[in-house]
């Protein structure tokens, strides 16, 4: 056993909000963070589904919308991306997946549901939860929280260190623990799962990632390592994020880069090639010093990016920047 998603909100000063099935409407409209577990008692500690069992028919789904899913660059068929999702299984857990809302639980969890597998947005983390047979099975419980990001990072760490070394040692990733459907142990760690090409491309003719014309970008080439959490992922370049959007940067016309997030743009002012909500732009670039750099997508943009009080990812390439929204 590990430990009981009553246990994981009150370890970390949550007051549970409430609980409902799977595909049912959470009613909390504030910010907070929410666990899918599979068992509605906030004192069950082992949960109602012992092991994992996949529903073949999601990854038919799967197969539909992205037919050249790989497995460590490898083409893999449902049976090889069974096992190597169910070697992410921790056993005798209610905890199934942890997340956050920025701005209302009843949005991010309705976002959730309705993600098709395969599918990038809405909701497109924790995906695998949607592999399992019993996924109707399971239960959202929720919890209010003024910091949903802080909040949600203190229950991904309570519950990995709840994990018994000796069921660590029988996970495919010994070393990044998180439930079994957070991707991302932590914010910008990912699992070691060597999947790719698990959802469709971000534009209807895959050429979103196009390198520009030399001329049109002045982007230094990323490191082979990275700091402060931010890491080289599978499709390649450098995963950073931004600063928390607050509802004042939605009136402005730039994104916030953290001086943590810098080391991957350039050292001097200019322009970037920017990729959002698919399309291309050629967007100013100020360093500013020690303080966080800025990149100028413009008003309309900023005001719909992302969620309030959160960050975003970009990925850096040599040559372009993808904002992933």
Same mark, same amino acid.
């Given at each position: 056993?590990?430990?009981?998603?009553?246990?994981?909100?009150?370890?970390?000063?949550?007051?549970?909000?409430?609980?409902?099935?799977?595909?049912?409407?959470?009613?909390?409209?504030?910010?907070?963070?929410?666990?899918?577990?599979?068992?509605?008692?906030?004192?069950?500690?082992?949960?109602?589904?012992?092991?994992?069992?996949?529903?073949?028919?999601?990854?038919?789904?799967?197969?539909?919308?992205?037919?050249?899913?790989?497995?460590?660059?490898?083409? !893999?068929?449902?049976?090889?991306?069974? !096992?190597?999702?169910?070697? =992410?299984?921790?056993?005798?857990?209610?905890?199934?997946?942890?997340?956050?809302?920025?701005?209302?639980?009843?949005?991010?969890?309705?976002?959730?549901?309705?993600?098709?597998?395969?599918?990038?947005?809405?909701?497109?983390?924790?995906?695998?939860?949607?592999?399992?047979?019993?996924?109707?099975?399971?239960?959202?419980?929720?919890?209010?929280?003024?910091?949903?990001? !802080?909040?949600?990072?203190?229950?991904?760490?309570?519950?990995?260190?709840?994990?018994?070394?000796?069921?660590?040692?029988?996970?495919?990733?010994?070393?990044?623990?998180?439930?079994?459907?957070?991707?991302?142990?932590?914010?910008?760690?990912?699992?070691?799962?060597?999947?790719?090409?698990?959802?469709?491309?971000?534009?209807?003719?895959?050429?979103?990632?196009?390198?520009?014309?030399?001329?049109?970008?002045?982007?230094?080439?990323?490191?082979?390592?990275?700091?402060?959490?931010?890491?080289?992922?599978?499709?390649?370049?450098?995963?950073?994020?931004?600063?928390?959007?607050?509802?004042?940067?939605?009136?402005?016309?730039?994104?916030?880069?953290?001086?943590?997030?810098?080391?991957?743009?350039?050292?001097?002012?200019?322009?970037?090639?920017?990729?959002?909500? =698919?399309?291309?732009?050629?967007?100013?670039?100020?360093?500013?010093?020690?303080?966080?750099?800025?990149?100028?997508?413009?008003?309309?943009?900023?005001?719909?990016?992302?969620?309030?009080?959160?960050?975003?990812?970009?990925?850096?390439?040599?040559?372009?920047?993808?904002?992933?929204?």
């Amino acid at each position: 056993m590990t430990i009981s998603v009553g246990e994981l909100f009150s370890k970390n000063g949550l007051e549970p909000a409430g609980v409902v099935p799977w595909d049912t409407p959470v009613p909390e409209t504030g910010p907070g963070v929410y666990v899918v577990a599979s068992t509605p008692d906030l004192d069950d500690s082992a949960g109602r589904v012992p092991t994992y069992s996949p529903d073949r028919n999601a990854f038919l789904a799967l197969r539909e919308l992205c037919p050249n899913t790989l497995i460590d660059g490898n083409t !893999a068929n449902d049976e090889e991306l069974i !096992a190597r999702i169910g070697a =992410f299984w921790i056993p005798q857990t209610p905890v199934l997946y942890v997340g956050l809302a920025g701005t209302s639980i009843q949005r991010r969890v309705k976002q959730y549901y309705s993600t098709a597998i395969g599918k990038r947005s809405p909701h497109a983390g924790g995906w695998w939860l949607k592999t399992m047979a019993e996924l109707e099975e399971l239960y959202v419980h929720f919890a209010v929280a003024n910091d949903p990001d !802080a909040a949600e990072a203190k229950l991904l760490s309570t519950f990995a260190a709840a994990v018994p070394a000796s069921v660590r040692m029988t996970l495919h990733d010994k070393d990044r623990i998180a439930p079994f459907a957070n991707i991302d142990a932590k914010r910008g760690i990912r699992k070691r799962h060597g999947l790719t090409g698990a959802k469709v491309p971000r534009t209807p003719n895959d050429t979103i990632l196009r390198p520009p014309a030399a001329q049109d970008v002045r982007l230094i080439k990323p490191a082979a390592s990275t700091r402060d959490g931010n890491e080289l992922v599978e499709e390649g370049g450098v995963r950073i994020e931004s600063q928390v959007i607050s509802e004042k940067d939605r009136t402005k016309s730039y994104l916030r880069i953290p001086s943590r997030s810098k080391f991957a743009l350039p050292p001097t002012d200019g322009y970037l090639s920017v990729v959002v909500q =698919f399309e291309r732009l050629q967007a100013p670039w100020r360093v500013n010093g020690s303080r966080s750099g800025t990149i100028g997508v413009g008003k309309n943009i900023m005001r719909t990016i992302g969620s309030a009080n959160q960050g975003i990812w970009l990925r850096v390439h040599s040559d372009s920047v993808l904002v992933e929204d």
